[in-house]
């Protein structure tokens, strides 16, 4: 059986011990060569054209470029998937910008000082770096089409909630879903989002400034109300509740230490044992099969599923889960998301 060939790695960090300690990490397993380092972002631009690397591990604060000026420099054909290594202490707004504008997934430096606490990092580096590996490139695009009219809403929904669960890419898809979402959604939405903690509340301010609705990142009892968009904490899970006066969010705790946090799954059964047939779930792009579950949940009370396209996918994992489970009532590409959950309310 032929061998896949090694992951092809710039390491790009103007810190020379995070450079070599990425390095070690990296080349540390047999699926990864690290074909060299590079100090600022003209040094990277030079050695990703000399390279030709899969994925580039970027830093975001450097002198001469910085990691933003790095992508926006990248070609649209042919480019390397990009990992952001960075802390969120310090970037969590350029974290979530890059991710914005095409970077595939985020790593949190536990620290922003050269110490051996950098090693933490060896597990999820690998991970992110050789599923980007497997992703799609794609780039921050113009905004979609004007969102619908206010007749385009439906008169009457059976829907009291939409869920919605994303990882790798998700920053992005969620970016174009809800700048083409309607004023006036007849439902509240709560989102699911596979991202390090530190991220989430810098990512719901730039969305909401983006968007007509409201979104805002979870606190624990905050009400829910039709158009407002609540987006889970990073690292905490979240779930549903409603009594006989209003419905709000729930930070959950678990001992099951095999979810993703947030999980998907977890908000899912949440909305299905709260909402039964009044649920909308959304499952889009991400690697795994978080949300496969949570689906089955909120099928067997009579709610009804929509899955992301492979088309439009950075990484084509979760929505084929579902989809491979015959769960899924439609399937659909981002740019017509928007339009696909006004069709199912």
């Known amino acids: 059986m032929r061998r896949r060939p090694a992951v092809r790695v710039l390491v790009v960090d103007d810190s020379a011990f995070v450079r070599k300690v990425l390095r070690q990490i990296l080349n540390a397993s047999s699926s990864i060569d690290v074909v060299d380092t590079a100090m600022d972002g003209l040094d990277a631009l030079e050695k990703i054209e000399r390279y030709k690397p899969d994925v580039v591990t970027l830093d975001l604060v450097m002198p001469n470029l910085d990691g933003l000026g790095v992508l926006a420099s990248l070609p649209r054909e042919g480019a390397p998937r ?3 290594v960075s802390s969120a202490e310090a970037d969590s707004d350029l974290g979530v910008r890059a991710l914005q504008e095409g970077a595939t997934d985020l790593v949190e430096k536990p620290t922003a000082l050269a110490t051996d606490r950098l090693f933490g990092l060896a597990e999820e580096l690998v991970r992110k770096v050789l599923a980007a590996a497997e992703a799609k490139v794609h780039r921050a695009e113009p905004p979609l089409a004007p969102p619908p009219a206010p007749g385009a809403i439906p008169a009457l929904s059976r829907t009291r909630v939409v869920v919605i669960g994303a990882s790798t890419g998700g920053p992005l898809a969620l970016t174009r879903l ?22 989430t509340e810098s990512l719901a301010r730039r969305m909401d400034d983006a968007s007509a609705l409201s979104i805002v990142e979870a606190s624990d009892d905050l009400p829910l109300r039709p158009g407002l968009v609540v987006l889970a904490r990073g690292g905490t899970h979240i779930g549903v509740r409603r009594d006989l006066t209003r419905a709000s969010v729930r930070f959950v705790e678990t001992a099951d230490s095999s979810l993703y946090c947030p999980s998907v799954d977890l908000l899912f059964a949440s909305a299905a044992a709260e909402f039964g047939p009044g649920v909308l779930g959304v499952v889009l792009t991400g690697m795994g099969d978080d949300g496969l579950e949570g689906s089955r949940a909120i099928r067997a009370a009579g709610g009804r599923i929509l899955a992301e396209a492979e088309s439009s996918c950075v990484v084509y994992g979760m929505p084929r889960r579902v989809l491979e489970a015959g769960l899924a009532a439609a399937v659909a590409p981002i740019d017509q998301m928007p339009a696909a959950i006004l069709r199912h309310l």
Request: hydrophobic share 65%; charged share 0%.
């Open 178 to 199: 809800f700048a083409a979402m309607p004023a006036g959604f007849p439902a509240p939405i709560v989102v699911a989002l596979h991202i390090p903690p530190g991220y």
């Open 82 to 84: 990009v990992i952001v």
